[in-house]
């Protein structure tokens, strides 16, 4: 099953990484730098998930969160946060502002696909 996924995230080595592990299981990728950029390309893509880093500058990811989830057309693509921020309330915080979850940074490539392929109910073979 190919699937479409857009990351938005400024550091470049992490969206390289990303895209690489997703790529290599068969899944297209595109990739943005700033919030402002990954919602222009929702705008004119369909996406089957969307992987957003949380602190970014300009526009972070809650205001991307909360654009996407104010549009009914996005209301039910997986939404999941990839982010160093794993204090206390965090998880609280990232979950109440419309992400459907989130992935520590920096994230554990053996498991990585697993992880995002499961928000789309992708079994391992």
Not at 42 to 65: K, N, R
Request: contains cysteine; negative net charge; glycine residues 8%.
């Amino acid at each position: 099953m190919t699937t479409k996924f857009l990351i938005i995230e400024d550091h470049l080595d992490n969206a390289i990484l990303f895209a690489y592990l997703l790529t290599a299981s068969g899944h297209q990728v595109l990739t943005a730098e700033t919030g402002q950029e990954g919602l222009e390309m929702v705008l004119s893509e369909q996406f089957d998930l969307i992987l957003c880093d949380i602190c970014m500058p300009g526009m972070d990811g809650y205001e991307v969160a909360r654009v996407i989830r104010s549009n009914p057309r996005w209301d039910k693509v997986p939404l999941i946060a990839i982010t160093a921020q794993v204090m206390t309330g965090d998880r609280e915080k990232i979950l109440t502002s419309g992400f459907d979850g989130y992935l520590s940074k920096p994230i554990s490539p053996d498991v990585f696909v697993q992880q995002i392929e499961s928000y789309l109910g992708i079994v391992p073979s």
